[in-house]
């Protein structure tokens, strides 16, 4: 690496339902052009034991104080399904305190917040309906509807149903919020969830420049070599844009600075278990 280029960060937010498993192999292929960091929300994996946030300015607190010592230089931001209206939502937050707002944002398989997709209308459905849904939707296997109602019942479905409710609450406070921040919007070519004509409206949400862009796959294309491929492209074009900006350094600080390093995530996503 040149010593005059800097390294940008990549913060990962993940899907409702699941922890950063779908992120375990992006550093690999990113390599040096980004530092990866999931950014794994409370009552999942390690910080299982942790109450779940499903209030809009309760998670801005909580990720405000895990971000802020990491602003001392650029950074993406990814966010998929769920973790796309957290990512705007952080990219609002940080633009409005005057802090160093990410350089691009990248949402992933969501409808902007004025449209709330069909999912997340569901979160008050009775355990039932919702797990009907969710089959119908293709974000989990038949058998959830049948021989495992009951398993995801226990196991899955509450922690989904306050994710859901989180993504509820961050469409009711960012409708029609536009950020200052270039915004890039990708869409699965065969996602019922969140097709393309419907995440196309993010268009509205950046006054800087916006980018929409199609890729193979369902709604979990987050797990394919596309997205982190595709966002490999953006850091390097990042980083061209930074040379001799910045000093490069290491980034041993991000361990003992922030809680954003966790141990190995062993949350599965809802669509695997």
Not at 11 to 16: D, L
Not at 92 to 118: F, K, M, Q, S, Y
Not at 143 to 165: C, H, K, N, T, Y
Request: aromatic content about 6%; some cysteine.
């Amino acid at each position: 690496m040149r010593e005059d280029t800097v390294t940008p960060w990549l913060f990962c937010f993940h899907h409702a339902g699941a922890g950063i498993s779908s992120f375990a192999k992006w550093q690999k292929i990113l390599g040096d052009t980004a530092e990866v960091v999931p950014v794994l929300l409370p009552g999942r994996g390690p910080r299982a034991k942790e109450a779940r946030i499903t209030d809009a300015t309760d998670l801005m607190n909580e990720l405000r104080e895990l971000i802020t010592p990491l602003l001392d230089r650029p950074y993406l931001l990814y966010g998929h399904s769920l973790g796309g209206l957290v990512a705007h939502a952080l990219t609002r937050t940080l633009e409005d305190d005057g802090l160093l707002p990410p350089a691009r944002l990248v949402i992933g398989a969501v409808p902007p917040p004025h449209l709330r997709n069909t999912l997340l209308r569901g979160a008050r459905l009775p355990d039932h309906e919702l797990i009907d849904l969710l089959v119908d939707l293709e974000a989990a296997p038949p058998e959830a509807a049948g021989r495992d109602r009951s398993l995801w019942q226990r196991q899955v479905i509450p922690a989904l149903r306050d994710d859901l409710r989180l993504g509820e609450a961050l469409c009711q406070v960012n409708a029609d919020k536009a950020v200052g921040t270039p915004l890039m919007a990708l869409a699965g070519r065969d996602d019922p969830i969140a097709p393309l004509w419907e995440v196309a409206e993010w268009a509205d949400y950046s006054v800087s420049r916006f980018r929409l862009q199609t890729l193979p796959g369902d709604h979990f294309f987050v797990r394919e070599r596309g997205v982190p491929e595709l966002l490999r492209e953006v850091a390097l074009e990042l980083r061209e844009s930074l040379k001799g900006k910045y000093d490069g350094e290491s980034s041993g600080r991000q361990e003992g600075g922030t809680r954003l390093l966790p141990t190995a995530d062993l949350t599965a996503d809802l669509s695997e278990r």
